[in-house]
């Protein structure tokens, strides 16, 4: 096993969190970084934000929990009224728009012009996300369109799968896609159909095969030409999804990591 690592790059834990340190505290104090979201108690990603502030001292703050004072931010860290100098922002548009009107309100402090540096920027959530599919042509991409410039609807449909946009953990994502789903939509602009990729059943568990879905981590610090890989991420399913709800009344499925050769 010592030949192997779940890091890439030829990094291991201390290089690994040193990267991820300079990436997301900077040159601040960790108590004028925080990581932002929208009722981070609640999410079932929180296991990621405790880890993150043990691992480099910035607290999980809630969007409703900020204090803005002209161009400025502060939050209440154990008492005390401390000014935010860098946001490691966890917010996804998405979820916030299904917030209350008072929450929603409070979102508007993404927007603003204020003197914080964002890691990474809100608006990264358009520009680095599905949207980027439909310009990528390669082998290993499934083709995408834009559902607004699809000017006729491929005759195997039943190989395609409907998305929105910017929507996050499998929300909204038609898998069995029918000619009414598509005319069901009333901002095709926000919508993609993407070729269906064909996941394996290759990996033995006690009762059915898994499949598996590996993503990269790419970290890229200010200044660098181009992201770097770091790590990984391995998500189990046997649902026709990857993602927690899709895999309720399942075993041998959930969130794991691949290990490399070194």
Aim: proline residues 6%; aromatic residues 14%; charged residues 30%.
């Amino acid at each position: 096993m010592y030949n192997y690592s779940s890091y890439l790059s030829k990094y291991e834990k201390g290089s690994y969190l040193k990267l991820l340190k300079e990436i997301i505290v900077g040159d601040e104090k960790p108590e004028n970084v925080i990581l932002l979201e929208v009722f981070p108690h609640k999410q079932k990603t929180r296991i990621d934000f405790y880890c993150t502030q043990d691992y480099l001292g910035i607290k999980p703050v809630c969007l409703t929990e900020l204090i803005q004072e002209g161009r400025k931010l502060y939050y209440m860290n154990d008492g005390k009224k401390t000014e935010i100098k860098r946001i490691y922002n966890r917010v996804i548009f998405d979820d916030l728009q299904q917030q209350s009107a008072e929450v929603l309100a409070k979102g508007n402090i993404l927007f603003e012009d204020l003197d914080v540096e964002w890691v990474p920027h809100p608006n990264w959530f358009y520009r680095i996300s599905k949207y980027t599919l439909p310009f990528i042509h390669h082998p290993y991409v499934p083709t995408t369109y834009f559902l607004n410039e699809i000017k006729q609807k491929p005759a195997d449909l039943e190989n395609y799968v409907l998305k929105p946009l910017f929507s996050f953990a499998g929300q909204g994502v038609v898998i069995d896609v029918t000619p009414a789903d598509i005319e069901k939509v009333k901002d095709p602009e926000n919508w993609i159909l993407q070729r269906k990729v064909k996941y394996a059943d290759v990996i033995e568990t006690p009762d059915i095969p898994a499949k598996a879905e590996i993503r990269i981590f790419y970290f890229w610090k200010d200044g660098e030409a181009r992201p770097v890989a770091t790590n990984n991420l391995a998500r189990l399913s046997k649902g026709k999804m990857i993602g927690v709800r899709y895999n309720k009344d399942k075993e041998w499925v959930g969130g794991s990591f691949c290990l490399f050769e070194k």
